[in-house]
């Protein structure tokens, strides 16, 4: 997951969303960090839940 963000973040990649344009009245740039963000949060959240159930299942 670390890596993921990692490679979302590094500024090349950055650098291609900093463009003059709108989504929804917001830069795109802003867009693109906070649909980033959002979306590692959910994996870590499936993550988590598929690491517990699999613990869960293993302590039986």
């Not at 590094?10 to 867009?31: A, E, H």
Request: hydrophobic content about 65%; proline content about 5%.
């Amino acid at each position: 997951m670390t890596l993921a963000a990692l490679f979302l973040w590094i500024p090349p990649l950055v650098g291609m969303f900093s463009l003059d344009g709108m989504v929804f009245g917001l830069p795109i740039l802003f867009v693109y960090f906070f649909a980033g963000w959002a979306i590692l949060i959910v994996f870590c959240g499936l993550l988590t839940r598929a690491l517990r159930n699999a613990a869960c299942s293993e302590g039986q």
